[in-house]
């Protein structure tokens, strides 16, 4: 592949790194790009998990050495995100993801809605989470990522701040346990299938580090409003790929 569509992608992959640690969404740029790049479907989708695991750990990394991470909650959140994605890619084929996508476009209106209404805890009064609802959090979301994916993040996030009391950047952070999490048990799978395009992953990789940091240095520093700000923008841009999708 040419080097100008590596260093493309490597770009794309920075702005999507540091949009994926505020709110998530990062596949919304990143994804499309490798599409266009030439990328058969199934590689593009193996190959998005490859670079976007990067972004995600960076991120975590940036919110744990900040002390964003609830670290007690982390120890089995991040155990029960990973087993919950191996769980759903195993399931699959299982699914039908044509008819799944109506219902997530409604889950996360939803989630767009309890978001606007309700009014997340404040960032120095953050409350403990409830352990139960955010272990059961964690599995769910976590599985729902191995076999979908759109709007994990999001979906994270508003439950650890409607059911958890978190406040946005907590929300944020603590999501980024189970997004990681989700995502190295995508690249353990797809790697075994041999499916990822590491000569693309690995620089991509790059980008992705960098806006990770990026992105959850922006969260802890322009706090609720940002974050709010990016999730809503992020969950407004999934409904329309999804309704796009639908039609198609």
């Known amino acids: 592949m040419p080097v100008a569509t590596i260093v493309l992608l490597s770009l794309a992959s920075l702005g999507a790194g540091t949009v994926d640690a505020i709110a998530g969404g990062g596949g919304l740029i990143t994804l499309p790009a490798l599409l266009a790049a030439g990328l058969p479907a199934h590689q593009a989708l193996a190959t998005n998990k490859g670079q976007s695991v990067w972004g995600s750990g960076a991120a975590l990394a940036a919110f744990w050495r900040a002390g964003r991470v609830d670290r ?40 767009a809605l309890v978001l606007v209404v309700k009014k997340p805890a404040r960032d120095e009064d953050a409350p403990q989470a409830r352990w139960w609802i955010a272990a059961a959090l964690a599995l769910v979301i976590g599985a729902y990522d191995g076999f979908f994916g759109p709007g994990t993040g999001t979906f994270l996030i508003v439950g650890f701040v409607a059911l958890c009391g978190r406040s946005l950047v907590h929300a944020s952070a603590d999501a980024k346990v189970v997004n990681f999490a989700s995502n ?40 609720e409003r940002i974050v709010r700000g990016v999730v809503l923008a992020v969950s407004g841009a999934l409904i329309v790929k999804l309704l796009v999708d639908l039609i198609e």
């Not at 155990?79 to 039908?96: E, K, M």
């Open 72 to 111: 007690d909650q982390a120890t089995f959140a991040f155990p029960l995100g990973l087993v919950g994605s191996l769980v759903g890619a195993t399931i699959v084929t299982a699914i039908d993801k044509d008819a799944l996508r109506p219902i997530v476009i409604a889950m996360l209106v939803g989630a």
């Open 184 to 223: 190295v048990a995508a690249v353990l799978v797809f790697s075994r299938g041999g499916y990822i395009v590491w000569a693309l992953a690995l620089p991509m990789a790059i980008g992705q580090l960098l806006g990770g940091v990026i992105g959850a240095q922006l969260a802890m520093k322009g706090g």
